[in-house]
């Protein structure tokens, strides 16, 4: 008898284990009234992210004036300034929030700048490094088409 009680208990917590890692890894999203997917997250949270998007946006800029002034030292820098560590602080309630393709976009758009980096240290030309960024680019352009953040009501 308890043994079948603590096997159904046991089966319920698993279940909402499953559950629980499901939704986190898929996060959520609905149709907003322009057709992008409309993510909504708390206040900080997406204050958080767009903080993060304006920080894309001044380091791009940074590395196009210093290509145009030759000096592929910042290129460098500022590229890896970008990578991986420029991801915004993984706070589990925000992951559980954002779609799982949100996420991997984000993800590899980060990579991208760490092998940008890279590559420029390995003394890749100023006319590559440019196509690169353009190309780097179409992922920005891709995912704003594609996604919005709404603030939550409180
Ligand atoms: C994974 C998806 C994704 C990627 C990749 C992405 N963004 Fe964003 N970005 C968003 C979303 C969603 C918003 C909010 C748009 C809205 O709500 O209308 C946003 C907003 C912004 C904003 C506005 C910030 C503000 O303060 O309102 C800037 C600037 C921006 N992104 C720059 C960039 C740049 C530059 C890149 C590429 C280097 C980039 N983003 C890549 C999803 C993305």
Redesign the pocket.
């Known amino acids: 008898m308890w043994k079948k009680i603590a096997l159904v208990s046991l089966g319920v917590w698993l279940l909402t284990l499953g559950f629980s890692a499901y939704f986190f890894i898929k996060g959520a999203g609905k149709t907003g009234d322009d057709g992008r997917l409309a993510?909504t997250l708390a206040r900080e949270e997406r204050n958080l992210v767009?903080a993060e998007?304006?920080q894309?946006?001044a380091g791009?800029q940074t590395i196009l004036e210093a290509i145009t002034n030759n000096d592929m030292k910042v290129v460098e820098r500022t590229a890896s300034s970008l990578g991986m560590k420029a991801a915004a602080d993984v706070n589990p309630a925000l992951m559980a929030k954002l779609p799982l393709d949100?996420k991997s976009?984000?993800m590899s758009?980060h990579g991208r700048f760490d092998e940008l980096s890279l590559k420029v240290h390995g003394g890749m030309g100023k006319d590559e490094v440019l196509k690169e960024v353009s190309d780097?680019?179409l992922?920005?352009v891709g995912?704003?088409q594609a996604?919005?953040?709404d603030e939550a009501d409180e």
Do not use: E, P, Q
């Open positions: 993510v767009l998007m304006r894309l946006l791009v949100f976009t984000g758009v780097i680019m992922t920005c995912c704003h996604y919005r953040l």
